[in-house]
């Protein structure tokens, strides 16, 4: 740790870090576009200049220096003292944002980034509200980057951050800078579009609106979104998130900084990979199979039906015939839940962990590195909670077993009565588990779209999508990391986790921490996060 | 907080002799109702008849203006949905088909039941696009029939540009994200 002086307050930072840096942790508000935390340093924009104490030359007498100093370049030091409150800084940021809004638009009223725009903030703060130029302003062209992207050029503060997003992070390189000085303008090769899987960062670090999400363009002003902090469901490292929706609906998602994760970042795949969530062909209503006939029941009187019909089940063939198949889609709460209640009814049933999607390679990025060295990585493992459903089989015991001794010893006519848990965007029931579990006695399923097995079951429910839920998944590394619901669930549902809750013998509303207090008292791994929940800091 | 220092108390002034009596203020009333009998009557027969109004601020109806070339001149920039106090105003904006603009509206829909008729959207709008105009004998049968849609709005711009035609702002357009026309420079001294 090492201890400066900014504006004469000593603080304390790690060492090695850019006082800028320690500078914005301690609280300052320091203005900066080109510095990125996540990024290799050019001091190009000189909006976050300071004044240093140096010693004099002669006299070695400790002094503040005559020139200014970038606070991203310039590393702490033990004793340092620095300060950005004087008035030479101050004329600084002023004569900087007069050189960047000389030609920057004032389309702010149009411009998707207005609201979260740190021009826009720093003009406000440091800008003049008439320019002094008399020139026309120098137009760039508007130009179609990418199959996701648009690039406003006129917009463009030429901090270089997408560029080095580009080269550094993603290894992709398809950004550059042509032309000069006044001139110059952020490109892309002829023929060459950005389309790269980690392509929608460049719009989260681009500090104006010269980048663009196609997938977001006109579609709200920012500040009618509100946001829940939530984990990506796409993959299973467990990325970090900020779900912002506006009237119920998602907008668009946001990574979150989370260290040892996605760092800053996300993909293209969880970042666009939420569609689903708004179908309208999702399952939103429990449906009850009455002798022939389907009727969907009260929320209140399905507990009372779902035990009375198991315990029947159990009565009839023996508690060694039920089972439950946890999904990977589940958070671990609902998994505990669920369990808990089958054992209760049945304490030999078996405790079988869900279908895990496997998609190509791992993708390790910046491309051409090796897993070791990757700053993000998208995994082939296409579920967000599978050590979190292994967790909780594991801790249950008894008998358990994977997705396919499951489909095994269905196949053999194991089980007479079934809960199978979906959740899955996409098709996944094999036609061997379909046809053997057609013809067992009783079949819950709970997905969140049709399926050869909903057809089949006698009771279906609603699955919620993960922006509708709340609870905590557990990555690929064993990170146990809690979500927040952010929408409201389709009319006609209910979360998973409150008709779980209730199954389980609790009585009131379901929240992912009330449960997770429970599971500590059982399972160790929920105790740390429990206790004090890992809540990663927002940071741009 | 107030204080106690910061409150005055004011006693109810004492009542004359003739105050008292009560009669020369019921003359002097009276004296008040001949004098209007006999002086021009400011009531009309609404609505064989209508009052002239003040139509640069009377806040009526809404309209959405058109352009110089019919085009509706809102740049879908949310601005008078933001500034809305009671939330009436619901827009769904697009990429324009048009060079020389950015977005625009494809939806429009203010509900004018809901609406207060404060004229804060009219303040709001940098494209002085909606206004607020002289009319005011609002009536349907329904409420669905009272949630404007952009058509309906352009209408009411229609009925009323003889009667308060458009300012047409020097600041137009946004032509572009560049803005580099010379009408965006200059009239309002925004220029960056």
Known sequence: ????????????????????????????????????????????????????????????????????????????????????????????????????????????????????????????????????????????????????????????????????????????????????????????????????????????????????????????????????????????????????????????????????????????????????????ERVTRPRLRRGAEMETPAWESLGEIVRYRFEQQVDRHGAAKVAVLLSPMMACEEAWLLAKFVRELAPDATIATGFVPMVGEERCFPVGCNADDAKFVIRREKCPNGRGVELVAEHFGGSTCDFDGFVTKAGEGAFEAVWVVGGYSEEWVPKALATSLAKIEMLVVQDMFESALTGEAELVLPACAWVERDGSFVNHAGLIQPFERAINVPDGARRDGQYLFGLAGFEGLYSGARVRALMAEEMDAFREIAEAPRQPAHQH | MIEEKDIINVDEPELTAGERLYLPQIAGGMRTTLRHMFKKKITVQYPEQKRELRTENYRGVHRLNRDEQGRVACVACFMCQTACPAHCIHIVGAESPWEDREKYPVQFDIDELRCIYCGMCEEACPVDAIELTPEYDLVGRTREEMIFDKEKLLMVFDRTKETKPRKNPKITGYSGTGCADEHTVTERGEAH
């Open chain 1, 1 to 280: 740790m090492a201890k400066i002086t900014i504006d004469n307050q000593e603080i304390e930072c790690r060492d090695g870090i850019p006082v800028l840096q320690a500078a914005l942790e301690a609280g300052w508000d320091v203005p900066h576009y080109c510095y990125h935390p996540g990024l290799s340093v050019v001091a190009s924009c000189r909006l976050c200049l300071m004044e240093m104490q140096l010693p004099h030359p002669k006299t070695r007498e400790m002094g503040w220096a005559p020139k200014l100093f970038p606070s991203c370049q310039t590393p702490v030091k033990d004793g340092m003292v620095v300060r950005f409150d004087s008035g030479a800084v101050e004329q600084n940021q002023k004569a900087c944002m007069e050189y960047f809004l000389l030609n920057h638009p004032l389309d702010c009223p149009v411009c998707d980034q207005a609201g979260e725009c740190h021009l826009q903030d720093y003009s406000y703060k440091f800008g003049e509200s008439e320019s002094r130029m008399h020139d026309q302003k120098q137009v760039n062209p508007k130009k179609d980057i990418g199959p996701q992207t648009l690039l406003y050029s006129d917009r463009c503060v030429m901090c270089t951050r997408c560029v080095r997003f580009a080269e550094e992070v993603s290894g992709t390189e398809e950004l550059c800078i042509v032309n000069r000085g006044g001139r110059a303008e952020i490109d892309i090769f002829p023929g060459i579009p950005l389309d790269n899987p980690m392509q929608g960062n460049v719009v989260d670090v681009c500090p104006v609106g010269a980048l663009l999400d196609k997938d977001f363009l006109f579609k709200k002003r920012v500040w009618f979104l509100e946001s829940g902090d939530s984990v990506c469901p796409g993959c299973s490292t467990g990325c970090a998130i900020r779900v912002d929706q506006s009237d119920n609906r998602v907008q668009r998602l946001k990574p979150r900084y989370n260290p040892g994760v996605n760092e800053w970042w996300m993909c293209d795949e969880g970042r666009f990979g939420w569609k689903y969530v708004h179908d309208v």
